[in-house]
């Protein structure tokens, strides 16, 4: 596979945004993607995050693997952060968050109460492209005040939103400016946060079937019949074949084959998947 790099010109622009606005707020949530936690977080941020409150947010938990999501929570807990996992789309994702709000501000909390303050508190809301920061931002606001969508890059400028009893400093999504480890790369191509038009999508789906036959073989039987894991060609050529994906002389549709790959795992068809482990990346997010 190719080696991965996307940093479009916008996300400078962005992250010296964020530089500039961090001393506006009180906290930082940054937002996960629950299948890919050490992938989706962007560790050029900690130098401008260092001297404020941080709470990661593992999102779209509802398309991952529960136990590998909770051991990353330890793990976090561990380092001495907070953390929580929600799925934005689904209900009660505003109130566990809204519940964890006190220990991430008791300080500024504790502060305001010994001047005789009542200030609401103010967040910025961070992460990784197509993470779901827009989505989240719309169920803590209780009303679809973020423009969200499926493709990396959406957001684009930085607004500020109103929630009960807070305000939310909405960020675009922002890549490390280079990707040293591209296993981490190919896990952001998978979610879809790496625009899908600068990738090889034969070689991605390939992987990313390689990836899955390792941790999950028994999705891979549940969803394409597949038993024989050893080839990842043959893989890929059963996925077509299961699916019609074959061009007139027999040859098969590799194209439509990716995207339907992609597409399944994107919307959690071939079944709930973390593609990285805590122990793999303990103190990750120290």
């Not at 990661?56 to 807990?77: C, Q």
């Amino acid at each position: 596979m190719k080696h991965i790099q996307w940093f479009p010109g916008h996300m400078t622009k962005a992250m010296r945004m964020m530089e500039e606005s961090v001393k506006l707020v009180d906290g930082i949530l940054v937002v996960l993607d629950a299948r890919a936690p050490a992938a989706t977080y962007n560790k050029k941020l900690q130098a401008i995050f260092a001297n404020k409150p941080v709470m990661f947010v593992l999102n779209k938990s509802d398309l991952a693997d529960e136990r590998r999501v909770d051991a990353f929570l330890s793990d976090i807990s561990q380092s001495g952060k907070l953390a929580v996992k929600c799925a934005a789309t689904g209900a009660g994702c505003a109130k566990q968050i809204a519940a964890k709000l006190s220990l991430l501000l008791k300080e500024k909390f504790a502060k305001d109460e010994e001047k005789g303050m009542v200030r609401p508190p103010k967040l910025m809301v961070s992460g990784i492209p197509n993470t779901g920061k827009s989505t989240l931002i719309n169920a803590l606001s209780g009303e679809k005040r973020a423009v969200t969508g499926d493709k990396a890059g959406v957001t684009r400028g930085k607004q500020w939103i109103r929630c009960a009893g807070f305000e939310l400093l909405d960020t675009p999504g922002t890549m490390p400016p280079s990707f040293e480890n591209q296993t981490l790369a190919k896990h952001l191509a998978y979610i879809g946060s790496i625009n899908d038009d600068i990738l090889d999508l034969d070689d991605v789906a390939l992987e990313l079937l390689q990836e899955i036959a390792a941790a999950y073989p028994a999705f891979l039987t549940n969803r394409y019949g597949i038993t024989d894991f050893s080839f990842p060609l043959s893989m890929y050529e059963e996925v077509c074949r299961r699916r019609g994906f074959v061009a007139k002389g027999g040859d098969f549709d590799y194209e439509r084959g990716a995207k339907a790959i992609l597409d399944d795992f994107r919307k959690g068809r071939i079944g709930k998947i973390t593609l990285e482990t805590a122990q793999e990346y303990s103190g990750w997010f120290a």
